[in-house]
T-cell receptor, first 114, second 112 residues
Framework: SQQGEEDPQALSIQEGENATMNCSYK?????LQWYRQNSGRGLVHLIL?????REKHSGRLRVTLDTSKKSSSLLITASRAADTASYFC??????????????FGQGTRLTINP | NAGVTQTPKFQVLKTGQSMTLQCAQD?????MSWYRQDPGMGLRLIHY???????DQGEVPNGYNVSRSTTEDFPLRLLSAAPSQTSVYFC???????????FGSGTRLTVV
C-alpha cells in the first residue's frame, strides 16, 4: 500500500484564491516532499521539509508538517491559472535491504478557474 | 546538462514481447528509481537503486527486472509484456533522499 494519501482528490478554485492540499502518511519519516505534475509531463520537485521542521516557505508555497499527526499540508497563495496541475506528496520509507526509497501518494488534481 | 533522459517516449508491444526502457542521468546521482503511473493510482514504485550494483524492489516489482552496472544508467526490463503493464513509466534520480528527485519526461507504453 502507498505511504502517503492526499486529500482532497480534486480541488477547483477561482484564480486569486488560496489552495490547500493535505497529505497523511503511515510510518515515521526523515523528510516529506511535494511535487507538481502538469498534464502529460514528468513531476517537478517543489519543496522538501525535514522531520524536525514544522513549516517551510518557497515563494507562494507554504508547507507545514505535523509529525505527531503524520500529516502535511501544502498551501498555494494567490493562485494563478498556471498552478493548474496535479500535486503529489512523497515520503521516504525503509526498503527491504535497509536503504531508503521514495513513495508517492495518489495526488490532488488542482484546477484554477479564470 | 541533460538531466534524466528516458527512451523511447512511446512504445507499443504485443503481449509476450520483451523490451527494455532506458534511463540515463548525467548528474552523478546515486539514487535512481522507476515508477509507473496509472489513472487514479498516483505513482507506484517498481524498483529503485541507491548506487551502482545495489537495487531493491518497490511496491509493484513483478514482471520487471533492473540492474545498475553504472551510476549513469538504470534500465528497466519487461520480461514478458502483459496488457496490465500498459502505463506511463517515469525514471527519476537524486543525489540522496535529502534532495528532491529529478524526473524524466516518461515513456508511454501500450501492450496489446
Amino acid at each position: 500500500s502507498q505511504q502517503g494519501e492526499e486529500d482532497p482528490q480534486a480541488l477547483s478554485i477561482q484564480e486569486g484564491e488560496n489552495a490547500t492540499m493535505n497529505c497523511s502518511y503511515k510510518t515515521s519519516i526523515n523528510n516529506l516532499q511535494w511535487y507538481r505534475q502538469n498534464s502529460g509531463r514528468g513531476l517537478v520537485h517543489l519543496i522538501l521539509i525535514r522531520s524536525n521542521e514544522r513549516e517551510k516557505h518557497s515563494g507562494r508555497l507554504r508547507v507545514t508538517l505535523d509529525t505527531s499527526k503524520k500529516s502535511s499540508s501544502l498551501l498555494i497563495t494567490a493562485s494563478r491559472a498556471a498552478d493548474t496541475a496535479s500535486y503529489f506528496c512523497a515520503t521516504d520509507a525503509q526498503g527491504l535491504q535497509g536503504a531508503q526509497k521514495l513513495v508517492f501518494g495518489q495526488g490532488t488534481r488542482l484546477t484554477i478557474n479564470p | 546538462n541533460a538531466g534524466v533522459t528516458q527512451t523511447p517516449k512511446f512504445q507499443v508491444l504485443k503481449t509476450g514481447q520483451s523490451m527494455t526502457l532506458q534511463c540515463a542521468q548525467d548528474m552523478n546521482h546515486e539514487y535512481m528509481s522507476w515508477y509507473r503511473q496509472d489513472p487514479g493510482m498516483g505513482l507506484r514504485l517498481i524498483h529503485y537503486s541507491v548506487g551502482a550494483g545495489i537495487t531493491d524492489q518497490g511496491e509493484v516489482p513483478n514482471g520487471y527486472n533492473v540492474s545498475r552496472s553504472t551510476t549513469e544508467d538504470f534500465p528497466l526490463r519487461l520480461l514478458s509484456a502483459a496488457p496490465s503493464q500498459t502505463s506511463v513509466y517515469f525514471c527519476a534520480s537524486s543525489r540522496t533522499l535529502n534532495y528532491g528527485y529529478t524526473f524524466g519526461s516518461g515513456t508511454r507504453l501500450t501492450v496489446v
